[in-house]
């Protein structure tokens, strides 16, 4: 007779499942981020009272607090897998997922430099913290590459408010993009100055730290489209693209395969930029009035874009000979002369080159000759200095019998 081990109970293997998952950090952070838009009424787009943004945006500081001063409680028991769940989603609450603090620029632009300047002080301090939990897998130069694109998260509603006198123009918004598309110069910058640190691949919660501010600045600026009512056009997406190849530069794939795609996703994206900005609407392009008279396009500025993106993924060996080329053409083309007064010149110093050749060339037979004498006297010269130049051939030894 064989004994059978008791079967376990659904009831303790559903406890059991739910001590290994732990589900519940993810059920607070959904309760706190649905509690802030039921309380800022974000689904209807209403302006709430700023005493209220304040309270909400302090609680939700209070929270991210707790959600950190636990990550590193639990990092330091051993627990990671529950401690980098609480550091990730730290993160969505960092960016200003909430997007409390445009609201409160909105509502006063002098009490919103002021709360943004604090939660700038604020994510830095909690950065610092994220680096310490995870082991300073967040570098010096990650850390500052996301502390900036948190700065430019928060400057971005302050300096369109600041400019806001009825309306914002739609250049305003595309040179914005241009800000957020190329945050990841920063990135390189503090690369080239700090180093990558001690690990070359970004750990999972680092790169969240690294990847969601860039993320959560796309979306903040496409919802300032909606609220200044400003249309989107196809070159606005110039910059990301070539954002996004910088980023996909530093990626190090491991298979043959892999290194292909991705080569030829660098190559290809900043062709794409060229051709989404190639519509050039006025509403966009700029003069530079008045040192130079050419009218800046959105194309113009997508293929110099693309062409230092080329240089510095592709060409780096010597990249001192493309820029300083670079740069020449491009001051030639924005302070030369237009192609219109090009094509004038050129044409009047093609008319000037045929008359003076119609006048030289002989026209009667006895000109002919005189040509003909010339150049009889000219070949003459030079053969006898040709002759004149060559050595003496040495003469042969007689030899004495």
């Known amino acids: 007779m064989t004994w059978n081990p008791p079967t376990e109970s659904w009831r303790r293997r559903l406890l059991r499942r739910v001590v290994d998952r732990n589900p519940f950090y993810l059920i607070s952070a959904a309760c706190m981020l649905g509690g802030c838009l039921a309380l800022t009424n974000s689904l209807s787009w209403l302006s709430l009272p700023l005493p209220r943004l304040l309270t909400l945006i302090a609680t939700i500081n209070v929270y991210e607090g707790m959600l950190i001063v636990l990550a590193v409680i639990l990092i330091g028991r051993g627990l990671l897998r529950d401690g980098k769940i609480l550091l990730i989603l730290e993160a969505f609450f960092l960016v200003d997922v909430t997007f409390l603090d445009a609201e409160v620029v909105t509502a006063n ?41 948190v700065a430019a998260l928060l400057a971005i509603p302050c300096v369109l408010r600041a400019i806001d006198h009825g309306a914002i123009s739609p250049r305003a918004l595309y040179a914005t993009w241009w800000v957020v598309g190329l945050m990841p110069v920063v990135q390189e910058i503090a690369t080239g100055i700090w180093g990558v640190g001690h690990r070359q691949r970004v750990p999972a919660v680092a790169a969240v730290y690294l990847v969601l501010p860039w993320i959560s600045l796309a979306a903040h600026v496409g ?9 989107y056009y196809g070159a606005m997406a110039a910059p990301m693209l070539l954002g996004l190849t910088l980023l996909l530069n530093r990626a190090t794939p491991e298979s043959l395969h892999a290194r292909a795609n991705l080569f030829a996703l660098r190559a290809i994206m900043p062709i794409a930029a060229i051709v989404v900005s190639m519509n050039h609407p006025l509403a966009l392009g700029m003069t530079l009035k008045p040192f130079a008279a050419t009218h800046v396009t959105t194309t113009m500025l997508a293929v110099s874009g693309a062409y230092l993106v080329y240089v510095y993924c592709f060409l780096w060996h010597a990249a001192g000979v493309f820029l300083v080329g670079g740069a020449g053409v491009a001051l030639m083309y924005l302070f030369g002369p237009s192609v219109g007064q090009i094509e004038n010149t050129a044409w009047r110093g093609w008319s000037w080159s045929t008359d003076v050749a119609d006048r030289l060339v002989s026209k009667t037979l006895a000109q002919w000759g005189v040509v003909s004498v010339l150049a009889s006297l000219v070949f003459l010269i030079i053969g006898a200095g040709i002759s004149l130049s060559a050595p003496r051939p040495v003469e042969p030894q007689r030899s004495s019998d």
């Open 223 to 231: 919802i300032l489209h909606y609220v200044y009512g400003v249309a």
């Open 109 to 149: 632009l002098n009490v919103g430099m002021l709360v943004s300047g604090v939660l700038l002080a604020l994510a830095a301090v909690k950065l610092w913290c994220v680096m310490r939990a995870i082991g300073a897998d967040l570098s010096p130069a990650r850390f500052i590459y996301a502390l900036a694109q």
